[in-house]
């Protein structure tokens, strides 16, 4: 990476091909957030399971990933991301298979759950937004954009699909379908493609290896300059705060829209047009963020979900409202990872990228714990989810305005000479 950047169309000639595979390996690791949510219904059913029971797997596993996300990120940094990512789509596939053997036992409920959270962990958004960001420059932001459309595709086809095989198949075969259907398609992408600046400086040369082990390749801060960097500091807390809500919108979206007032199969439709809203959301902020400085794109982005949600309140019964709303909701929510990742690699450089970016995961892991659970407890104790969207109004500006708030770029290429 050393010395003048490819253009894009060049990045994008030679690289293709491995955003497909990252981006079809993310949707596959964020398959269960829109799932759980149209499994819910099924679940209380048939043992009679509270919302805030079902959700409670997602954010024990979320714990999980919150103190071991900075450890992969390292080991990413060392191994690269092939040779993580290979076996954990197996193990990952296996995981939620399992899921269809609950039988009732809210333990064993829970220890299903975190045994999905330790495999999910080799395939979490590290990995991917690593492999893609270490070979793409010049057109990073869009690159990202396609890769982290991944979570989005996973919004589009999960909640319809999902509600499909359960009626065909029953909510168990559902699972074992979706583990196993889709893991394969993400395993075969990534054993043909998946290769990202380590692994491909690793087939040139024997000393890429260590080339690779000392980070003498790549520039950015170190660890312990990381720590102590403002802007990364303030990237942290605005995805902390922005997802905690985003993830518990998304878990409980499905309940959420019946609640407005639609049907089990328009909610399932609005959910996956809130997934293309994302996927538009991605593009036109990845095209944008390669051209103007990401802090007004991510700020005014973020800020917008304080337009949604007091619509989805306030618009009750009102299809349009509602429509208007989850549009607004999937086009903002489908860019907050992606902007994490863009402004991790910017102020943080890619010298340790995958351990910084883990350390940013643990924030999206900690939110994707917490948001669900809140979602949960404020529905059981307050029968709506008023206070959840009230305060997702408040917390979408104060992250617009960390975000805005942040600086200049760094010069890597100027810091990577003088070096």
Known sequence: MAGTPLSVREEWKRHWPLVIAACIGFSFMSAMTPAIGVFMDPLTKEFGWTRTQLSAGIAISAVISLFASPFFGLLIDRLGTRRIAMPGIVLTACAIAALSLANGSFPQWIILWLVWGLMVLLIQSTVWSTAVASVFESGRGLALGLTLSGTALAQIVVPPLANWLIGEQGWRMAFVTLGFGWGSLAL????????????????????????????????GLTIA?????????????????????????????????????????QAAWFASLAGMAGVVGKLVTGALIDRVHARWVGGITLASTAIAYPLLIVGAHTPHLILI??????????????LCGYLTARYGGMRNYGAIFGFMTSAIALASGLGPLFAGLSFDHYGSYSLLL??????????????????????????????
């Open 188 to 219: 075969l992408l990534s054993f043909l493609f998946l290769y990202d600046a380590r692994d491909r400086l690793r087939l040139k040369s024997r000393f890429a290896v260590d080339a690779a082990a000392d980070g003498g390749i790549l520039p």
């Open 225 to 265: 300059q990381a720590w102590r960097s403002p802007p990364l500091w303030r990237v942290f807390i605005s995805t902390f705060l922005i997802l905690t809500i985003t993830i518990a919108v998304s878990v409980h979206q499905f309940p959420i829209l019946t609640e407005a007032g639609v049907s089990r199969a």
């Open 325 to 338: 709303a989850i549009m607004i909701s999937g086009y903002a929510a489908g860019t907050k990872i992606q």
């Open 390 to 419: 009230v305060t997702g109004t408040i917390v979408s500006l104060i992250s617009g305005l960390l975000v805005l708030s942040l600086g200049r770029y760094p010069d890597w290429h100027k810091s990577e000479t003088s070096a």
